[in-house]
């Protein structure tokens, strides 16, 4: 098996070191690992592309590039120039320093990568490592996706075979912020809502008297609702959602014929 790995994390992130242990456990010694990740952080990006400006691509070593650019721009990079002549058989995203659950994958630049290698048209996994006070300070806060990481991706190829849908499905896994011996299981759930948080901005002074505005984040361990990934994850699961690029709201077609 050829695998490409990315991350939003940067190049030299720890969780990326992770996903690279994992992907070459999957790929086996006869497979190849392929690594085309951020050349610094770009955390927060989403789906971005960089669409009105070139990205330098730099050979990091064997089968490893950094890209000036977001984890969408990395999975283009390796999949039409790095790997042109050899399309890989699947693409991993992460291992995320922290959760992509509820409404962060929404904003997750981790997500964003595994949705361009769907649009390719290639089985794509986001994982990311929920961080809470039993790990945090850990000597490896990224065990429990170490340990259960390979297990995991194997059973999500085993029961969700290829499709040629326009919008294939990717997958967004999130280990749970607890020891890898403590983790109770996996939980294919919906994504969740943490209601009364999100993000905000927090302004400040520089020392020039001017001022600038800081991103926020929102609590995150708050509870979602029965059977959602946050839900799953504070409660000690590994949580695997099912996921489409597909923006419609089929729910409210119906009630949108009246306009016609």
């Known amino acids: 098996m050829r695998i490409l790995i990315t991350n939003d994390d940067g190049i030299n992130a720890p969780g990326l070191a992770v996903l690279q242990q994992i992907a070459a456990e999957l790929a086996g010694d006869e497979g190849e690992v392929w690594t085309v990740a951020p050349a610094f952080e770009q955390s927060g990006v989403a789906h971005c592309i960089s669409y009105t400006h070139p990205m330098?691509?730099?050979e990091m070593g064997e089968r490893r590039f950094a890209a000036e650019g977001s984890p969408a721009d990395c999975?283009?990079?390796g999949l039409h120039e790095v790997l042109k002549d050899q399309r890989p058989d699947l693409v991993l995203s992460g291992v995320n320093r922290g959760n992509n659950s509820a409404e962060n994958a929404l904003y997750?630049?981790?997500l964003g990568g595994a949705m361009e290698a769907a649009l390719q048209g290639l089985?794509?996994?986001?994982?990311s490592q929920y961080l809470?006070?039993?790990?945090?300070?850990a000597d490896n806060p990224f065990e429990a996706a170490a340990?259960?990481?390979a297990e995991v991706v194997r059973k999500i190829l085993a029961a969700c075979p290829e499709t040629d849908s326009d919008y294939r499905l990717f997958y967004n896994v999130n280990f749970p912020p607890v020891p890898a011996d403590e983790v109770k299981g996996l939980r294919a759930v919906t994504q969740g809502f943490r209601r009364g948080t999100h993000f905000s901005v927090?302004?400040?002074s520089s020392p020039s008297g001017r001022r600038f505005l800081w991103i926020k984040g929102g609590e995150q361990h708050v509870q979602t609702a029965p059977g959602t990934d946050a839900r799953a994850n504070i409660d000690g699961y590994i949580s695997v959602t099912p996921m489409r690029a597909d923006l419609t709201a089929h729910d409210a077609l119906n009630a949108l014929k009246a306009i016609e």
């Open 147 to 149: 340990v259960h990481g």
């Open 75 to 77: 999975v283009l990079a």
């Open 132 to 137: 809470g006070p039993r790990i945090f300070d």
């Open 123 to 127: 089985p794509a996994i986001a994982l």
């Open 56 to 58: 330098m691509l730099i």
């Open 202 to 204: 927090e302004p400040h």
């Open 108 to 110: 997750s630049g981790t």
